[in-house]
């Protein structure tokens, strides 16, 4: 790879800088402060991150995760995504299980969990009231991740996309940072892949959201979670656990 299209050094930090000081959105930054100051009993000697949550991992990932929007109480207070909820405990520990992570838990941003050529990020950086963003709030936080993808570009290839939301979101930042995406644009299912030409092409890949409405009902199982995380890997030319 010539020295000209490595990513910047400081190109993700000082993206994920500018992400954490974001305040786009009133009805988010109200709500996110709210939650920051009323916080949970469980969590009351915790001093809560109450910002936008920024994208978490290596500047040089092969393999994108994109969910959904942080938890009120897990990304909004630990400050990291997917960390210190159900949600996270399901994803961290199938990505241990196959071999793309460091520990199996993910508990506060200081606990020493790496992540090997697997970034995490989301649609939308704030936490949304009752889990669910508006349209405007999506396409509001969009040029985030657009500038996020354009920064992977040089070795990203291949993307985990969690749930229904998510997929919608992501597709139109694919083809803004510079990736073809088919026509009709293809629909999103468990399991779903697409190939987007450019950029050395990019495989994407759809898989229900690890909310605990999925992962206590079964209609999202690890094994279910590992297999499309191992065939993802397996796009990116990520080494893994079979």
């Keep these: 790879m010539s020295a000209a299209a490595r990513p910047s050094p400081a190109g993700l930090p000082e993206l994920d800088r500018r992400v954490s000081g974001c305040r786009a959105c009133p009805r988010l930054v109200d709500w996110r402060e709210e939650v920051a100051r009323t916080k949970r009993a469980a969590f009351a000697d915790w001093t809560y991150w109450g910002r936008p949550v920024p994208g978490f991992g290596p500047a040089d990932a092969r393999l994108l995760i994109v969910g959904l929007a942080p938890a009120a109480h897990g990304g909004n207070r630990t400050g990291r995504m997917f960390t210190g909820d159900r949600s996270g405990d399901v ?19 200081g606990d020493g969990l790496e992540l090997y050529g697997v970034r995490v990020t989301a649609p939308v950086h704030c936490a949304p009231p009752a889990n669910r963003p508006t349209p405007e709030e999506r396409d509001t936080c969009r040029p985030w991740l657009v500038q996020e993808l354009r920064l992977l570009r040089p070795t990203l290839r291949a993307v985990v996309v969690l749930g229904a939301f ?18 009709p644009r293809p629909a999103f299912a468990h399991g779903a892949r697409a190939v987007l030409e450019g950029h050395d092409g990019l495989e994407v890949f759809g898989c229900f959201h690890v909310s605990q409405r999925n992962t206590f009902t079964g209609r999202l199982t690890p094994e279910m979670l590992r297999e499309v995380l191992r065939t993802a890997a397996g796009a990116a030319g990520l080494p893994h656990r079979g």
């Design 91 to 109: 994803l961290y520990q199938a990505l241990y299980d196959v071999g793309l992570a460091s520990q199996p838990t993910s508990v506060s941003a």
């Design 166 to 183: 998510g997929w919608q979101a992501a597709l139109p930042a694919f083809a803004e940072a510079g990736w073809v995406v088919p026509r």
